[in-house]
């Protein structure tokens, strides 16, 4: 038997591949400011917030600017990302992603989103995603930045589960952090060594079974 009753699920990087995304919007802004932005740098990014990515990106550049042109190039740069994501069909839902949601839910576990996007709903919406969930918790609805473990909390409490029912899914360090930090259990989406703070590690979704859930 598992002690596990919900599940919450971060965005990118968990049940869609929107990492390229936000890679070739924000190397668009690089090259304009023409800052040197490789793949390696782009790893930082994940899990972190819109205006933060773009304070990592000034200092690998080293420029300093003002608070109303970063929100200017912060908007920009967004601007470039809904682009790409507006097109997003269901084809690029991560695999196992449905299977898995349906199978958690047809076992009673509450589903939870717990993303640091403002634009969770687009994506939501545009993978038709959007019912399988209890209780959505995104970058709208949160002040304080993964590994703050506020966004997680804000959806258990939703949810009505205490933390150390819940098991949260994370492809970022930051996002695993932010588990540790909510009380949660945590399975982590990707690399062991990037990911060693999650109770298990697995490469996707598709991976994923209730067996697992029962040895957190
Ligand atoms: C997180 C991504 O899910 O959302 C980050 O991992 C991103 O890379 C953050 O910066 C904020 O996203 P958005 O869509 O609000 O710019
Ligand atoms: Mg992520």
């Known amino acids: 038997m598992t002690k596990i009753k919900a599940c919450i699920f971060d965005l990118d990087g968990v049940l869609v591949d929107t990492a390229k995304y936000h890679f070739l919007a924000w190397k668009k802004l ?20 819109r205006m933060r990515s773009l304070e990592i990106i000034l200092e690998i550049g080293g420029i300093k600017l003002d608070d109303e042109t970063k929100l200017q190039l912060a908007e920009k740069k967004n601007s470039w990302y809904v682009a790409y994501i507006s097109k997003l069909t269901a084809d690029e839902i991560l695999p196992g992603v449905e299977e898995f949601l349906k199978l958690a839910k047809s076992n009673n576990l509450k589903l939870a989103l717990g993303s640091a996007s403002k634009n969770s709903m687009l994506i939501l919406n545009n993978l038709k995603l959007v019912d399988y969930f209890d209780s959505i918790i995104d970058g709208t609805k949160v002040s304080k930045a993964k590994p703050n473990p506020e966004v997680f909390l804000k959806g258990a409490a939703e949810l009505k589960i205490k933390p150390e029912h819940c098991v949260v899914f994370e492809d970022a360090e930051a996002g695993i952090e932010a588990a540790v930090n909510a009380g949660m259990h945590s399975i982590g989406i990707g690399s062991p060594e990037i990911l060693s703070k999650a109770d298990l590690v697995i490469s996707g979704l598709h991976e994923m079974n209730l067996d697992k859930l029962c040895v957190l």
């Not at 690089?30 to 917030?49: C, M, P, Q, W, Y």
Request: charged residues 40%; neutral net charge.
């Open 30 to 49: 690089a090259d304009e400011l023409n800052i040197e932005f490789t793949k390696k740098h782009n790893e930082r990014l994940k899990g972190v917030s």
